[in-house]
């Protein structure tokens, strides 16, 4: 096998396609996941502020560059607090809505290159959005707000439309 060869079966081994995976083709892709609908939303209560960022989709935010990541809090003592949110949208009869938000904690110490991310957690957070779930209950309060206060002025017909799981799972 030569290095083309191998470098083509490295990169086919996960597919992320555009479009529905499942509409009769068995083929290549097949069983795919499509993340055309998820978004990623970074909350920053440092700075009071929540923006889409998606490059985090693929963990290239501005945010998580530069740094080296470690499974253990403890050895990113003064790591700020920052949420990566994993926001899926779908559409009923009244329209398109939030359907499945779960936020994930990253603790990032840009002048020690440091950061804190489990990625089993951001992993499962990601798929958990996407079957349409609400995972906010670990958010502190102020994080909360400031992720509600975005998806409102964003988009006040899709926070209308959304579940009132959400919008309980999210403060006033």
């Known amino acids: 096998m030569n290095s083309d060869q191998s470098s083509n079966q490295k990169k086919n081994r996960f597919t992320i396609i555009k479009d529905d995976s499942t509409d009769g083709h068995s083929g290549y892709g097949y069983g795919s996941i499509s993340l055309e609908n998820m978004s990623s939303i970074i909350v920053d209560p440092n700075e009071n502020k929540a923006y889409v960022d ?78 349409g779930k609400v995972v906010v209950d670990h958010m502190d309060d102020h994080s909360k707000k400031l992720l509600k206060d975005f998806l409102v002025e964003f988009n006040q017909d899709m926070w209308n439309n959304s579940s009132e799981e959400l919008k309980s799972a999210l403060p006033k």
């Open 54 to 131: 998606m490059a985090a989709m693929h963990a290239r935010s501005d945010i998580e560059r530069r740094v080296k990541y470690f499974s253990d809090k403890s050895e990113v003592p003064n790591g700020k607090l920052y949420w990566i949110v994993w926001v899926n949208i779908d559409r009923n009869e009244t329209g398109p809505y939030y359907a499945g938000v779960a936020g994930s904690e990253l603790r990032v110490d840009k002048p020690n290159k440091r950061a804190y991310k489990s990625m089993p957690e951001h992993v499962t957070h990601m798929e958990k959005s996407l079957k």
